[in-house]
Nanobody, 125 residues
């Protein structure tokens, strides 16, 4: 079983930065690809990015590519999302998710087995 807890959300002005963290419990974290997703009010859940279990491969949604960066520290069971040049449209609840061990990253939320509760990010003008 894996439990995921996100932190780092908050209110930021457009153009600013935030860093989200997701801490995992459970021994499978270091072998699990991780993903970040977001959901804005009234909208479908949206893929943000993913990182392989080794940390060597990342992939991002076109809307955040070049602005967001995912990293992980397997020694600390943590995956992070650095968000720069934030825009109003980045406002959403951001959630991290874990796949079952030794499976690749995915943009499909149905491929993820474990989910955190989410953290709110609000970008103001």
């Amino acid at each position: 079983q894996v439990q995921l807890v996100e932190s780092g959300g908050g209110l930021v002005q457009a153009g600013g930065s935030l860093r989200l963290s997701c801490v995992a419990s459970g021994r499978i974290f270091s072998s699990s690809s991780m993903g970040w997703f977001r959901q804005a009010p009234g909208k479908e859940r949206e893929f943000v990015g993913t990182i392989s279990w080794s940390g060597q491969s990342t992939s991002y949604a076109g809307s955040v590519k070049g602005r967001f960066t995912i990293s992980r520290d397997n020694n600390k069971n943590t995956v992070s999302l650095q968000m720069n040049s934030l825009r109003l449209e980045d406002t959403a609840v951001y959630s991290c998710a874990a796949r079952t061990p030794y499976t690749g990253g995915s943009s499909n939320s149905n491929d993820y087995k474990y989910w955190g509760q989410g953290t709110q990010v609000t970008v103001s003008s």
